[in-house]
């Protein structure tokens, strides 16, 4: 089902939710004996409040039951006055066996999917990502919304929608969610999930093969396009091409288009300026990186995925010293809950200082010239074999230079073996570089910040 996050005071704030929930617990408590309470009112979890029902967890079926059939009233009565003066409480069981209706929808999605992938012998959609699973912020409400729209109405809301932002932000999960709830409301529909690199290897052995017809027939066959990662086919003049004209034809059928890039379509520097204006003729809509309470919220969500339930000041502290993106959160998550239960210690919010101290320590550990590097081209969107090349376009040559001067600030490495890195460069050729990035950052504002985000990133081990 596709999520609207309601009006709590503190937009979608877990930490507004939670508060509610407080002080609905103070008012049950008043009512009912203390083992009722601590059974089924304290061992539940607020998970989400949307439109006019709260959602709650719980983990054993039995309380479900109790609390649905019991004390539902009861719970309405006493978050009224916080959330909506006409509440629905809604009960779910958070580690659920898939009932019969679920698995008989997951199995029809499962040979929906083969089909999908008898097209293609491509990648399947992964389950996980739907938009039920996704939390809704300021961040990406927009392209949450756009996502939405267009799985509601394929082919006629917004064709292609655009989507883009850097790593981990969640793009590949919007593009599967769109994908996933289509196939759950027609099965027979013909997603293909093909990210840039798949199409760029599908039209290159097409070619090669001479069996470009085939090619173009499976791509005519499809019904949702999904290209995640368009990136990589910008800058091959053939395959542009190519994409180009499937683009056209999909479209002119009335299929629809989903595209996921690392950026905006400007800024793929396309050599095919039609496929430009056409990737912006639809919506275009960004992923920027989630504030405080959406981080909180995701790690609250794939907390319960798990089955476990972490206290809310262990959830603002990891939200609050992970800022980079979703995926650096997940990893610091898992490390945790790993911990603890390796441990078998309780979740506390030393155990999580330390746990995430040493998550960062192993990052930062691994902070190499090849790290650097990569961070380097990550930002300025440049391939790392091209920055180690002798090619001077003025981007690559940036990225070699504010690589070779990272390289030296924070690891300390000598002129010669800082060129030995970057292919056989001599030390004069990084002297220079170390040189003019050093005055640069004097001088240029954009250079300063992006040296200074940089450096903030890769000492912090949050790269
Ligand atoms: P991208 O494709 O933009 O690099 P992904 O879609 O692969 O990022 O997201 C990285 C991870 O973060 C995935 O596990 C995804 O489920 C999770 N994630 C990102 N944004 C959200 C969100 N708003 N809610 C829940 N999970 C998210
Ligand atoms: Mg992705």
Not at 164 to 179: A, D, N, P, R, W
Request: aromatic share 8%.
């Amino acid at each position: 089902m596709p999520q609207r996050q309601l009006d709590l005071e503190i937009e979608d704030s877990t930490a507004a939710l939670h508060k509610a929930w407080g002080k609905t617990l103070e008012g049950i408590s008043t009512e009912v004996s203390k083992p009722t309470f601590e059974t089924f009112f304290r061992a539940s979890k607020p998970l989400s409040f949307e439109s006019d029902t709260l959602t709650l967890a719980t983990k054993t079926e039995f309380a479900k039951e109790w609390l649905e059939k019991r004390y539902a009233p009861l719970i309405a009565k006493h978050s009224a006055g916080i959330l909506h003066p006409e509440m629905k409480i809604r009960i779910v069981l958070v580690k659920a066996a898939p009932d019969d209706q679920t698995r008989a929808k997951r199995a029809k999605r499962r040979v929906a999917r083969g089909r999908t992938r008898g097209l293609f012998d491509s990648i399947p959609l992964n389950d996980k990502f739907t938009f039920s699973n996704f939390v809704v912020g300021t961040s990406n409400r927009f392209a949450h919304a756009g996502a939405s729209a267009v799985a509601q109405n394929p082919g006629s809301s917004y064709n292609p929608l655009f989507i883009y932002g850097g790593v981990g932000l969640g793009k590949t999960h919007l593009m599967q969610s769109i994908g996933n709830q289509i196939l759950e409301t027609d099965p027979d529909s013909k997603v293909a999930y093909v990210p840039g690199e798949t199409f760029t290897h599908h039209y290159v052995t097409a070619i090669r093969e001479t069996s470009i017809d085939e090619f173009r027939n499976k791509y005519r066959s499809i019904d949702i396009w999904l290209v995640d990662d368009v990136q990589f086919i910008a800058n091959k003049e053939k395959t542009e091409e190519e994409f180009f004209h499937t683009f056209e034809m999909l479209h002119q059928l009335g299929k629809q288009i989903v595209v996921c890039s690392d950026r905006a379509p400007k800024d793929l520097h396309l050599l095919d300026s039609r496929l430009q204006s056409r990737f912006e003729s639809g919506l275009v809509a960004d992923l920027k990186p989630p504030e405080l309470e959406t981080r909180a919220a995701i790690l609250q969500r794939k907390a319960l995925a798990e089955g476990v339930v972490i206290p809310e000041e262990i959830l603002m502290y990891l939200a609050s010293v992970v800022d980079s993106h979703v995926r650096a959160l997940e990893g610091a998550l898992v490390k945790l809950m790993a911990y603890s239960s390796l441990l078998s210690a309780p979740l506390t919010l030393k155990l999580a200082t330390e746990v995430v101290g040493e998550y960062f320590a192993e990052k930062a550990a691994d902070l190499s010239p090849q790290t650097i590097t990569k961070s380097v081209c990550d930002r300025l969107k440049v391939d790392p074999a091209q920055v180690r090349s002798r090619k001077r376009q003025r981007n690559i040559l940036l990225a070699r230079q504010v690589a070779m001067y990272l390289i030296r600030e924070l690891l300390g490495r000598s002129l010669a073996e800082i060129g030995e890195e970057f292919g056989g460069k001599d030390h004069a050729t990084v002297s220079h570089a170390h040189r003019r990035i050093k005055e640069l950052i004097k001088s240029d504002k954009e250079i300063k910040k992006l040296v200074r985000d940089l450096s903030t990133i890769l000492r912090s081990g949050k790269f």
